[in-house]
């Protein structure tokens, strides 16, 4: 088929790949339909050891497939456009779980939604969100939506006028994994955002005693230009006395907890009172 004089290898991996590709979204598709995904909850901790707020995180056990990593099925959900459904179900979902702990009179700072490129593209997604929100009698200002730069830099002009709706509104806005991307430096300026967070790989370089140049500088960014800058994958008590050192003020990690499913979080919350 591709064209007189070319021939190709049967490759067998490529194939089972596609395959596992494939069931991993026709299993997804009823995990969505059938109530199968779960939330679990990840604090993000301050300086002063106080509750910040809490990450948002998809799970997803399926009969056959065993736990299904995100990391896995997200970029899958994206390809089959699976992710808008998904993407609606955790906006809903988080909220309602936000709405029951208000109730409760747990405080837990903001909640951190994930939102996809797909799903932030959408001309209606500003709209939807604070109709949603509105619905369940919610404060914008109790939430904040994870962005990644690949999200934002297709049409910045688009970009920076959605943002600043959702601002206007109240809502917060992070940019997710700083530090992977291509661009950061060049359309931070621009970006109308108020958290940073520094990705993992960043802090795995820190060790007290040793300089660690970039994850220093990119703190130091935050703080120039007064963004909260948050720290992703903190595992160690000496992660956090450097991070405090260089003036970074919210820690989200295993040293501190784990994403946990709902009920565990709310233990988790009601043993660490703001
Ligand atoms: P992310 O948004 O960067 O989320 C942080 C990831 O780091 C989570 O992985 C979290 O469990 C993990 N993590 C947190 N602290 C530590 C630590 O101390 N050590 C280590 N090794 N890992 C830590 P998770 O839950 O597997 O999610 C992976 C990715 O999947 C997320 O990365 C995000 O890009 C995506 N994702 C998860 N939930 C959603 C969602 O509801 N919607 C969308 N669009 N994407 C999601
Ligand atoms: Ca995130
Ligand atoms: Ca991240
Ligand atoms: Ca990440």
């Excluded at 990840?42 to 002063?48: G, H, T």
């Excluded at 992070?174 to 990705?199: E, M, N, Q, V």
Aim: one cysteine or more; hydrophobic letters at 40%.
């Amino acid at each position: 088929h591709t064209g007189r004089g070319c021939y190709s290898y049967y490759q067998e991996a490529l194939e089972q790949q596609t395959n596992h590709k494939n069931s991993i979204r026709q299993a997804l598709k009823q995990a969505i339909a059938n109530d199968g995904l779960t939330l679990a909850y990840q604090p993000q901790v301050s300086a002063n050891e106080q509750l910040y707020g809490a990450e948002a995180l998809v799970r997803w056990h399926d009969a056959e497939l065993g736990f299904v990593s995100p990391a896995e099925f997200i970029p899958i959900a994206e390809e089959s456009g699976l992710i808008h459904q998904l993407g609606d179900w955790v906006i809903q979902k988080s909220l309602s779980d936000l709405m029951n702990w208000q109730q409760q009179g747990l405080q837990i700072g903001h909640l951190s939604i994930n939102v996809s490129p797909w799903q932030f593209a959408l001309s209606g997604f500003a709209d939807r969100l604070i109709e949603l929100v509105q619905v369940k009698g919610l404060q914008a200002k109790h939430i904040c939506i994870e962005l990644t730069e690949s999200s934002l830099l297709t049409d910045l002009k688009e970009t920076i006028a959605k943002l600043n709706k959702l601002r206007a509104y109240g809502f917060r806005v992070a940019l997710d994994d700083f530090g992977t991307g291509y661009s950061s430096l060049a359309y931070l300026r621009d970006l109308p955002i108020d958290i940073l967070k520094i990705d993992k790989a960043f802090i795995d370089e820190l060790e007290l005693h040793q300089s660690s140049p970039l994850t220093e500088s990119m703190i130091a960014i935050g703080q120039h230009m007064s963004l909260d800058v948050v720290a992703e994958g903190v595992e160690s008590a000496s992660q956090v006395a450097k991070l405090k050192q260089l003036g970074c003020d919210v820690y989200q990690g295993y040293y501190f907890a784990k994403p946990l499913p709902e009920q565990q979080f709310q233990v988790w919350v009601s043993q660490h009172k703001r």
